[in-house]
């Protein structure tokens, strides 16, 4: 079983930045890819940021050119670094990790971004 704990997120005004972090924990014998999604009242979960184990990644329209994903593998961690937010991204942001062959989710973390 994997354990997944998501840390970074909070109140912030437009215009503002914040960085997510995600650490994967238990017996871990593989990660192919990892990455952010998120969902805000009455919407559908959305891709946000996906990075996989070549460093390959795959951003959201809206918030391409905006946020940054990136990872360390020696600490089994993704990290999505948020600049120039806006209100439309308030939603709570998920962490995915592929691992083990197997899909795991993080609780989420509410990012809300006041105008």
């Known amino acids: 079983q994997v354990q997944l704990v998501e840390s970074g997120g909070g109140l912030v005004q437009a215009g503002g930045s914040l960085r997510l972090s995600c650490a994967a924990s238990?017996?871990?014998?593989?990660?192919?890819?990892m990455g952010w999604y998120r969902q805000a009242p009455g919407k559908q979960r959305e891709l946000v940021a996906r990075?996989?184990?070549?460093?390959?990644?795959i951003y959201g329209d809206s918030v391409k050119g905006r946020f940054t994903i990136s990872r360390d593998n020696a600490k089994s961690t993704v990290y999505l670094q948020m600049y120039s937010l806006k209100p439309e991204d308030t939603a709570v942001y998920f962490c995915?990790?592929?691992?083990?062959?197997?899909?795991?989710w993080g609780q989420g973390t509410q990012v809300t971004v006041s105008s």
């Open positions: 238990g017996i871990i014998f593989s990660i192919n890819r």
């Open positions: 995915n990790v592929f691992a083990n062959l197997h899909d795991y």
């Open positions: 990075i996989n184990s070549g460093g390959v990644t």
